[in-house]
């Protein structure tokens, strides 16, 4: 069962006067808008074109010890590795560069702060050397 198929499952059964009813539908929104903005990225990845032989993973999860990541997808070269991420977002996005915060403003002028995309990259990066390194794996991009 997905995740966002468990939420759903979970609100059903809830009443609507539940004190983390509200809560549930956020992160229920949220990771339905997750799988759209993934659904989206695949499709517009049929465009791509390389003449360079390649593999793209969907849904990748990786795990070291207790360390694991989900990436939406990998990009995979003899020449490179390319983390693939999508974001469905909507509203007006705010990078503060001196502190890292990302923050999202909806069209009811409701601030939201959330993990700055940046950094999950900089993660992935890094797991991801890390990964390669321990399978004996050489892609120079993560270096």
């Not at 509200?22 to 989206?40: C, D, I, M, P, V």
């Not at 002028?109 to 900089?122: A, D, F, S, W, Y």
């Not at 390194?133 to 270096?143: F, N, S």
């Amino acid at each position: 069962m997905s995740q966002a198929e468990a939420l759903a499952l979970l609100l059903t059964r809830l009443s609507p006067q539940h004190p983390q009813r509200q809560f549930l539908e956020q992160q229920l929104s949220w990771t339905n808008a997750g799988k759209r903005g993934e659904e989206r990225i695949k499709r517009k990845f049929n465009e791509f074109y390389t003449e360079e032989d390649f593999r793209v993973l969907w849904d990748v999860n990786l795990k070291i010890g207790t360390w694991s990541v989900q990436m939406d997808g990998l990009l995979l070269t003899e020449k490179g590795a390319i983390i693939i991420e999508s974001k469905n977002i909507s509203g007006q996005l705010h990078f503060d560069e001196k502190t890292g915060e990302f923050s999202r403003v909806n069209l009811a002028g409701e601030r939201t702060v959330m993990e700055n995309p940046k950094i999950q990259l900089r993660k992935h990066i890094r797991f991801l050397t890390h990964y390669f390194k321990m399978k004996k794996l050489i892609y120079p991009c993560l270096e």
